[in-house]
């Protein structure tokens, strides 16, 4: 394990601060966040996924091209990265890529979060996200362990079997149900049975759907409510929009993968719920893994029927939705400009830049 005291030690002997990121996930919204704010950036390309960063040239002052994304934990990467006062900002990506064994244990580059703490976000985890939001006492769906006891329509959540990044999520409705819908999937090889025994057995929380996004540190003075959007997923969406009938003729195999994001408000009267749901997430994980929450993280929701708030999961990193930079109404009513995750985190990085406490926001 990293210690925090050597952390602290590089990056407060930093002149500087640029600003680094694996070239996917959201390192487009990252890294625009930190030009509006005056950084120098730093993206970390796998071979044949550079375009948009070449593109979009603004964002982007360096750009590496590894043969792999793994690479960038090379000690020769990580020497440059000390070398240029580099802190990385983490997403999905990076966890899935580098693995949480490398940045827990070897990866010697100062990261803008709580390090410990991204692993809770898989719920094979000890200390998961489903421990946190019940010691946070907020609700989230029932949980079925024996696949045997489903007796509602629930969703199965495995993790995808040749792509880590993606998850194979599938509905179910009754025990014959899961075993028929799990077979074909193993068959397909979609997941595998190994997969299949780690995945949680979720109640399917029916309601309107809305990703709640949130930032906090050690150095805020509380816990900022950033904005809403909601997620555009494959075939799943449009499948929905075609009559019962229509849905019933078609046979198909259905998929939730993650596309795109559309924005989202909510109405005023439930906006002391969102906020009050953060501030009591912020305040466990403080608890839990200490130094607690560093950035962003979201608590992806259903608002039911009868206007109660549950949440289905929870990212404890950037989220991955820069819609939100352009739509939300939220930072703008705090800070009187609309602006999104990448520069809320460039924002905090300078303030504590300037204050001499660069050593409290990272790990």
Do not use: W
């Not at 950036?41 to 796998?46: A, D, F, K, S």
């Not at 819908?181 to 949680?200: P, T």
């Not at 289905?312 to 991955?320: A, E, F, K, Q």
Request: hydrophobic share 35%; proline share 4%; glycine share 6%.
């Amino acid at each position: 394990m990293i210690s925090s005291s050597e952390i602290k030690k590089i990056v407060n002997g930093y002149s500087d601060v640029k600003i680094g990121v694996m070239g996917s996930h959201s390192a487009l919204e990252v890294m625009d966040g930190a030009k509006d704010e005056n950084f120098q950036t730093l993206v970390y390309c796998q071979k044949g996924r550079e375009g948009p960063y070449q593109r979009f040239g603004r964002i982007a002052d360096e750009i590496v091209v590894l043969n792999k994304f793994k690479d960038m934990a090379s000690t020769k990467n990580q020497k440059a990265m000390r070398d240029s006062n580099v802190i990385i900002v983490p997403h999905r990506s990076l966890t899935v890529y580098l693995g949480y064994k490398t940045l827990e244990n070897s990866f010697k580059v100062p990261i803008f979060g709580n390090r410990k703490l991204f692993q809770a976000e898989e719920r094979t985890a000890k200390r998961n996200q489903y421990f946190l939001l019940e010691k946070a006492r907020i609700k989230f769906p029932k949980l079925f362990k024996d696949p045997k006891n489903i007796n509602k329509p629930c969703i199965v959540k495995v993790q995808e079997l040749k792509r880590p990044l993606e998850r194979a999520f599938f509905t179910v409705s009754s025990y014959k149900d899961y075993k028929e819908k799990s077979e074909a999937k193993i068959k397909q090889g979609l997941i595998s049975r190994k997969g299949l025994e780690q995945a949680s057995i979720e109640e399917l929380a029916i309601g309107t759907y809305m990703n709640f996004n949130f930032f906090h540190t050690p150095i805020s003075k509380q816990v900022d409510f950033i904005g809403i959007e909601r997620r555009l997923q494959t075939n799943v969406h449009d499948f929905n929009a075609l009559p019962a009938k229509q849905q019933l003729d078609i046979n198909i195999d259905l998929q939730n993968i993650e596309v795109g994001h559309t924005p989202a408000s909510i109405r005023e009267s439930l906006l002391e719920k969102v906020i009050k749901m953060g501030d009591k997430f912020v305040a466990a994980v403080k608890k839990e893994y200490a130094p607690g929450i560093i950035g962003p993280f979201s608590l992806q929701s259903v608002i039911t029927k009868d206007l109660e708030l549950v949440v289905y999961d929870v990212s404890l990193r950037v989220p991955g939705n820069p819609i939100v930079a352009t739509t939300s109404p939220y930072t703008k009513y705090q800070y009187g400009k609309t602006f999104g995750i990448g520069k809320r985190i460039a924002m905090e990085i300078r303030q504590a830049q300037e204050e001499g406490r660069l050593d409290e926001i990272v790990t």
